[in-house]
């Protein structure tokens, strides 16, 4: 039954169950977002004496080749994880509703557990994993024979990319691999229903039933999967500290070296901000390719 006489709270109330976490927003994410931009209008090393140069940090930034080259490494991530994170996941996703797989739960469960691990800890796994002399990648190839495949998987600078990529698709496809079975779960199953009626086979089911009914949960996937790319760190500090030479150095990699091993903290906050306005338009245009067009 339905209350007869529902409370709802006072305007104040609401404000003040809100602010607790508004106040952990504005000193986490808002106060050091302003300080950054203040600081990149600085010359600084850290130290009492700031010297005001206006806009010149990011005119330096226009010009620094290796911040674009950490950028051209965040696109080439961001693609082939959309790719691969997004991709597998939905292909997963969509095998696990079927009726013949069994053992879904486990299935599930075994996919989302590199979610939960640490970067850090997945940065050591891969290490031990691509090591020429001793890692497991360059053993099996030798035991099955391919000995001619094997690389220097994280000192070759053709390759590292696609090396430090694998192990972050690895990781997260578990994460869209939730999104997705979360929102298939809301999609009728009247539709397939009648899809199976008329004859349509499970491939057209899934191309023009799932597919399309996903369209704003595939929108947020890789919203999420350019904005979380985009600050990638943690892993290939530990696998590779960016190198070999700039070949692997990502962004974030790059505003840690400038404000914290050259200590150009002024200079490291305009990276930092450039890093989220690149950011930001990157999701935009995709949030613009993906916009339905109105009649």
């Known amino acids: 039954m339905k209350a007869k006489n529902a409370i709802r709270p006072s305007n104040l109330k609401i404000y003040m169950y809100l602010l607790p976490g ?13 300080m950054a931009a203040r600081y990149s209008l600085f010359e600084w090393s850290g130290g009492p004496n700031m010297t005001f140069v206006g806009l010149q ?36 996703s969509v095998l696990l509703t079927r009726s013949w797989v069994k053992w879904k739960q486990f299935h599930r469960t075994v996919i989302f557990i590199p979610n939960v691990l640490a970067a850090v800890v997945i940065g050591f796994l891969w290490s031990m994993v691509y090591n020429h002399d001793y890692g497991l990648l360059n053993n099996v190839l030798s035991s099955i024979g391919l000995e001619s495949w094997i690389q220097p998987w994280l000192d070759d600078p053709d390759i590292v990319m696609g090396s430090v990529t694998a192990p972050l698709i690895w990781q997260f496809i578990g994460f869209y691999l939730i999104i997705f079975m979360a929102a298939m779960q809301n999609i009728p199953e009247e539709l397939y229903e009648a899809a199976k009626i008329d004859g ?15 369209k704003n949960t ?10 979380g790319n985009m600050k990638v760190f943690d892993h290939i500090f530990v696998m590779t500290g960016g190198g070999p030479g700039n070949s ?48």
Do not use: H
């Open 22 to 34: 508004l106040l952990i927003y504005t000193f986490v994410v808002l106060v050091p977002l302003f």
């Open 248 to 295: 692997s150095t990502v962004m974030a990699q790059y505003a840690y070296d400038v404000s914290f091993n050259r200590f150009e903290l002024g200079y490291g906050s305009a990276v930092s901000v450039g890093m989220l306005v690149l950011s930001l338009g990157l999701i935009f245009i995709s949030q613009l390719i993906g916009r339905e067009k109105k009649s």
């Open 218 to 227: 595939f929108k947020v996937t890789i919203m999420l999967c350019i904005a």
């Open 200 to 214: 349509a086979s499970a491939w057209r089911q899934t191309w023009y039933i799932t597919f399309p009914m996903l």
């Open 57 to 92: 940090n990011f005119a330096t930034l226009m010009q620094d080749q290796v911040f674009w080259k950490a950028f051209g490494n965040n696109l080439f991530i961001i693609v082939l994880s959309v790719i691969g994170q997004v991709g597998i996941a939905f292909l997963i």
